[in-house]
């Protein structure tokens, strides 16, 4: 996420998104913590509709390059994750830790008991846009650190449809690990956060 997503969040909600959701496995989590369900499949179909558009962008941005780069994997690393090691058991454990971390301290950043006396505008993205970086540098080597499942599936989904240039194959096989790990990390840091109630 780093700048980019804090530019993202704060461009969401001045745009009107009081939550800024840009995450399904953000979106999930809290739907556990509120017990709230009623925006979780809008706002799936919003984040993937966003990532599949920010995809076709890269597409555009980079249409001189996809012919002049002969690497396929490079190509696709510019859409979706890849796990240094592929172990689909130990892929998942990862992307479910580093989703458990984002979601437990986003929790724990808006939480009552530290931000009581408010933050100043812009500074709560700011921090989780920081979390993000630090679960990219410690937890983020073995798969990439997807630990969102519409910035992994929507661009992959771009891959595979539009015309790129030897682009090769859009791992299909890895790609159930960057969407159901994160997934089940939040839905477990959602549960944790909702029995501890902070």
């Given at each position: 996420m780093g700048l980019r997503g804090v530019v993202w969040v704060l461009t969401a909600m001045a745009c009107g998104s009081h939550e800024a959701h840009l995450n399904p496995a953000v979106t999930l989590g809290f739907a556990i913590v509120s017990g709230n369900f009623s925006k979780v499949l809008p706002y799936f179909v919003a984040q993937m509709m966003g990532a599949i558009a920010g995809a076709t962008l890269v597409w555009l941005h980079y249409?001189?390059?996809?012919e002049a780069t002969t690497?396929?994997?490079?190509?696709?690393?510019?859409y979706a994750t890849g796990p240094a090691i592929r172990n689909f058991v130990s892929n998942a454990i990862s992307e479910m830790i580093g989703t458990f971390v984002l979601i437990f301290v986003v929790g724990v950043i808006f939480s009552k008991e530290v931000s009581s006396t408010g933050f100043p505008p812009g500074f709560?993205?700011?921090?989780v846009a920081c979390l993000v970086?630090?679960?990219g540098l410690s937890l983020g080597g073995p798969t990439g650190y997807a630990i969102n499942p519409a910035r992994d599936l929507g661009p992959r989904i771009a891959h595979a449809l539009l015309p790129i240039a030897g682009k090769g194959s859009s791992d299909w096989g890895y790609s159930p690990i960057p969407v159901a790990g994160p997934l089940i990390g939040?839905?477990?840091?959602?549960a944790a956060i909702r029995v501890i109630h902070f």
């Open positions: 249409l001189p390059h996809w690497e396929p994997s490079r190509k696709l690393a510019c709560g993205p700011y921090l970086w630090a679960i939040a839905a477990i840091a959602g």
